[in-house]
């Protein structure tokens, strides 16, 4: 049951990091986004009991350090991603990157200097009373990571007062991963506390992901903290993904209409008519249909359907008087009036003569 669960919630974590990657490279934006979510689901699937019995068999115990190392890569990214959402990116940017490089230095030297670490799943309750190096880093990864989970918790309730729609509910989320995330951190203080105390330490057995309160806050809150974080991050990408694909449709629709005008009219075509994102393409082809349907004598008032129609039968050689000027409109509007006018040019061109 637990490693279905972390492997569950570490493949959908790399998956959404995967696409945001994809989305990241052709934007230019969200590459940090990206990085949270993949250390993120990294972070889970090394942790998987399964996965940490074979990474034992390479080094006793690495799949602790890895799974450690991912989750502090991942706190100071979704740290950036909050900072980039509430406008203060660069605000403090210098100072978390160097503190995440010298813990990520320290959980590394004191995992590697700790002597007869155990095979098999990273259980190191029993050795912190014998093994110093191992409370340096467990006291290591616990700050780091509380200082970052109450970051991005901070950022968020401040931002989330001015925000609304998808982004306020997504933040709402990361201020509820937060919690999740303290009460894990809270509860692995007081567990070390009671390992250092007792005489013979010994780690409990989790069932379940929930079976006890000790278990839940080891494991179950870990597990929930990530899903609402890969949740609260993905949902504010959610309405510019569907106006991404409305404008590929738009784009779609617009094809013919605009190929017939550019080929009669050709001074209406772009020097660089691909721009680097979606919506700079669309903006292009509007331009130049618009353009071409001045030129063609097409007026705003125009029914779509006969607009289509004076397009079609356009003459061969250009109109000597001059073309009627169109009034701005709306992107909106414009959208809708060049989607009507493509789509009954579009039927007319099927239809043929």
Not at 115 to 127: I, K, M, T, V
Not at 330 to 341: G, S
């Amino acid at each position: 049951m637990i490693d279905l669960l972390f492997f569950g919630v570490g493949l959908f974590a790399l998956g959404a990091g995967i696409w945001r990657a994809a989305r990241a490279r052709r934007t230019g934006a969200g590459a940090g986004l990206a990085l949270s979510l993949i250390a993120l689901g990294a972070a889970f699937c090394f942790l998987a009991n399964r996965a940490q019995q074979f990474e034992s068999e390479i080094y006793p115990s690495l799949g602790r350090l890895l799974s450690n190392l991912a989750t502090m890569v991942a706190a100071y990214g979704i740290g950036l991603t909050v900072a980039e959402i509430s406008g203060t990116r660069d605000r403090g940017r210098r100072t978390r990157l160097i503190a995440l490089g010298v813990a990520l230095a320290v959980l590394v030297v004191t995992f590697f200097s700790t002597p007869d670490l155990p095979r098999g799943l990273g259980l190191f309750d029993a050795l912190y009373r014998t093994h110093p190096t191992l409370v340096v880093y467990v006291f290591t990864y616990t700050v780091y990571l509380g200082f970052a989970v109450l970051d991005i918790g901070f950022i968020a309730a401040v931002t989330i007062r001015a925000s609304g729609g998808a982004l306020r509910a997504g933040l709402a989320l990361l201020l509820l991963a937060s919690a999740f995330a303290v009460a894990y951190l809270g509860g692995k203080v007081v567990a070390t506390i009671r390992a250092l105390q007792a005489d013979h330490p010994a780690k409990a057995v989790c069932r379940g992901p929930f079976s006890t309160l000790s278990c839940a806050l080891d494991v179950g809150f870990p597990a929930v903290s990530v899903l609402l974080i890969v949740v609260g991050l993905t949902i504010p990408a959610v309405p510019g993904l569907a106006a991404s694909r409305r404008d590929a449709r738009t784009l779609r629709l617009l094809r013919p209409l605009r190929a017939h005008l550019t080929r009669r009219f050709p001074e209406i075509a772009r020097i660089d008519p691909a721009g680097p994102s979606r919506r700079e393409r669309l903006l292009t082809a509007m331009s130049e249909t618009n353009d071409g349907l001045i030129l063609a004598g097409v007026t705003p008032d125009l029914p779509a359907a006969t607009a289509a129609r004076l397009v079609r039968d356009l003459p061969d050689e250009p109109r000597e008087t001059e073309p009627p000027t169109a009034a701005a409109e709306p992107f909106a509007a414009d959208v809708a009036r060049l989607r009507a006018i493509a789509r009954a040019y579009r039927k007319l061109e099927n239809a043929g003569p």
